[in-house]
């Protein structure tokens, strides 16, 4: 597997795809900064008259919910379509589906009609998505949708049967990851408490995952994706404060070896 990860990391670094990127003004300046940082080229574009032009020139799509809009909304729908006919990979970030209807009937909707290659959230948005009880607060995961050693097993078999019901690789975001595409199911533990309290990560991390699923590998690119912001974060911890660490997350991505991630990754099979 890690091996795989580094060949993907290098294709992304030579072939530079274009990764079209529907976010949320919030973070969009991070977002393509991310992108870039991955060794991909970002194109923001975000006006229905003229996303499913630049989605199918693109390599892959990340569509993002925050910060919902009626622009962002008929537009995130048109660049879908357009992936899904032309087998662009793509992802899309359920921000917020825990805490708005209208955000979770529209990613239920994009999710059915669109068949994204993959779909990330926290665990409330992911137990949301499933029709279960969850407790967002906010956008944020409620406390006892929190994703720890006590809740890992539980919490994956929610993570596979979204999977499979989809057909999309899922990867529910915490203090622990999990990542399935329906058959094998894991766990990454990488990362830092201060990258929750930037505003950004989230998205960064939907537009990294996009950059490499570029490469057709989705699991792959999924896990590869949240590794690499995890250990770029682990690098970051020196740091003042919050400011400085966001520009030190972006630095150390740029600059992230393959023997950093071969040293640092902890990527673990969770048997359900």
């Known amino acids: 597997m890690i091996n795989q990860l580094l060949k993907i990391k290098l294709q992304i670094k030579v072939d530079s795809p274009l990764i079209h990127c529907i976010t949320n003004p919030i973070s969009i300046?991070?977002?393509?900064?991310?992108?870039?940082?991955?060794?991909s080229k970002p194109i923001m574009a975000e006006h229905p008259d003229e996303v499913e032009e630049i989605t199918a020139l693109s390599q892959a799509l990340a569509v993002n919910l925050g910060n919902i809009t009626d622009v962002r909304i008929k537009s995130m729908m048109l660049s879908g379509k357009v992936a899904a006919i032309s087998k662009i990979p793509s992802i899309i970030d359920v921000v917020g589906v825990g805490c708005s209807s209208l955000r979770l009937n529209y990613a239920k909707e994009y999710i059915c009609k669109n068949k994204p290659s993959a779909?990330?959230?926290?665990?409330?948005?992911?137990?949301?998505l499933c029709n279960m009880d969850s407790h967002s607060v906010g956008i944020d995961a409620g406390n006892d949708d929190v994703i720890n050693a006590n809740t890992l097993?539980?919490?994956?078999?929610i993570v596979r049967e979204l999977s499979l019901a989809t057909g999309a690789v899922v990867v529910a975001t915490g203090k622990i990851d999990i990542i399935s595409d329906g058959r094998k199911t894991y766990s990454i533990k990488?990362?830092?408490?201060?990258?929750?309290?930037?505003?950004?990560?989230?998205?960064?991390?939907?537009?990294?995952?996009?950059?490499?699923?570029?490469?057709?590998?989705?699991?792959?690119?999924?896990?590869?994706?949240t590794a690499a912001?995890?250990?770029?974060?682990?690098?970051?911890?020196?740091?003042?404060g919050t400011g400085s660490f966001k520009t030190a997350l972006l630095d150390n991505l740029y600059t992230l070896t393959d023997e950093s991630i071969k040293e640092s990754i902890k990527l673990e099979e969770v048997t359900i």
Request: proline content about 0%; aromatic content about 2%.
């Open 29 to 39: 300046n991070d977002c393509a900064n991310i992108v870039l940082a991955a060794g």
């Open 153 to 157: 097993v539980r919490n994956s078999e």
């Open 190 to 225: 990488n990362g830092i408490e201060i990258m929750s309290h930037i505003t950004g990560t989230g998205c960064m991390l939907n537009v990294l995952i996009a950059s490499y699923i570029s490469s057709g590998r989705i699991l792959e690119g999924v896990i590869l994706g």
């Open 229 to 240: 912001l995890g250990i770029s974060g682990e690098l970051s911890r020196d740091v003042k």
């Open 119 to 128: 779909i990330k959230g926290n665990m409330s948005e992911i137990k949301s």
